[in-house]
């Protein structure tokens, strides 16, 4: 059996691989996507996607993007491993999350970022990605707010990313905000708490704003509404690191204060329905059978 496990490996080409892992896919049933009522929009949204190595996952996760034609997807850093090449986004994220590209609002993860300092990334997805060399913007899901941020920049508070997000936020007093980067500021992973984008959630409370999402620790994890403390609040932000769109999942270290929900048994995406005043959320497993479901209301504004 080994053998027979080695000579696969050495014939596999990237189409191959790709074909393989449908192959082994076809005995797993994911998790439905289904699109609600029009309108309540949709979205879908995972990090840490692509592994040239270990396609399946990203498959897997792929297949409930399909699902959900209407929907709009959001990666959360980490798009194509290992070094975020040219040829990785072509040939592994591609057949896999890239058939939907053009529903796809992306940010950059520290992988993506090795290779000519995330130059096939912004090549990849273009403008759907944000200006070059920034990967900073924001757009509207229905009655909702989003921003996206680089976590792989300077997100300090005289930076050019925070003196934009300040502006952004100004700009756009909408009741319900939604954010998302790479790198948690919160996580019981094994790359724990990083205080890389603790000036961008001051400004998002400060905001009101609602929820982030974030990849980086390669589980799924829920937080209780927060403040940039980590002490629960009411009027706090609620957090959710979804690292399991495919590139390989970790293990637990230590449980952070106010996690409500953790587990690394199955890939998937998190479901956001997106109403006005609230959402409910759903992690679709692609993989496994693990799933977390709930809803909450959007911060009153002043």
């Known amino acids: 059996m080994d053998g027979l496990g080695d000579t696969m490996q050495r014939m596999l080409r990237p189409l191959t691989r790709f074909a393989f892992a449908l192959a082994v896919l076809a005995v797993v049933a994911p998790a ?13 949204a995972a990090g840490d996607i692509a ?8 498959v897997a996760t792929g297949r409930l993007l399909d699902q959900s034609p209407s929907a709009t997807i959001l990666t959360l850093g980490d798009n ?10 072509a040939e592994c ?4 999350w890239g058939r939907n590209k053009d529903r796809i609002r992306p940010v950059l993860g520290n992988h993506d970022i090795r290779t000519k300092n995330g130059g096939p990334f912004y090549e990849y997805f273009g403008e759907r990605a944000g200006p070059k060399g920034k990967g900073y913007y924001s757009f509207e899901v229905g009655s909702w707010h989003l921003i996206a ?21 100004a700009a756009h007093p909408s009741d319900c905000i939604l954010a998302y980067w790479h790198v948690p500021l919160f996580s019981s992973g094994p790359h724990g708490p990083i205080p890389q984008m603790l000036q961008a959630w001051k400004a998002l409370l400060s905001a ?21 403390f980590g002490k629960a609040t009411p009027n706090g932000i609620r957090e959710f690191v979804v690292g399991t769109g495919g590139g390989g999942v970790y293990d637990f270290v230590k449980t ?19 109403k006005p005043g609230g959402y409910d959320w759903e992690f679709l497993p692609a993989t496994g059978t693990f799933t977390d479901k709930g809803s ?4 009153p504004k002043p």
């Open 51 to 58: 592994n040239c190595k270990i396609l399946v996952g990203a």
């Open 93 to 96: 994220f591609g057949p896999t």
């Open 32 to 44: 439905s996507a289904q699109d609600p009522p029009a309108d309540a929009p949709v979205v879908l």
């Open 296 to 299: 909450g209301t959007c911060t």
């Open 80 to 89: 194509a491993y290992e070094s975020g090449t040219a040829s990785e986004f």
């Open 149 to 169: 941020m680089n976590s792989a920049i300077d997100a300090g508070p005289r930076s050019k990313q925070m003196e934009w997000l300040a502006e952004d936020l």
């Open 256 to 274: 952070s204060l106010n996690s409500e929900v953790r587990s690394n048994a199955s890939y998937g995406v998190i479901k956001l329905t997106l």
């Open 208 to 228: 009101h704003a609602d929820i982030v999402l974030n990849g980086h620790d390669h589980d799924y994890e829920r937080f209780a509404p927060q403040d940039e």
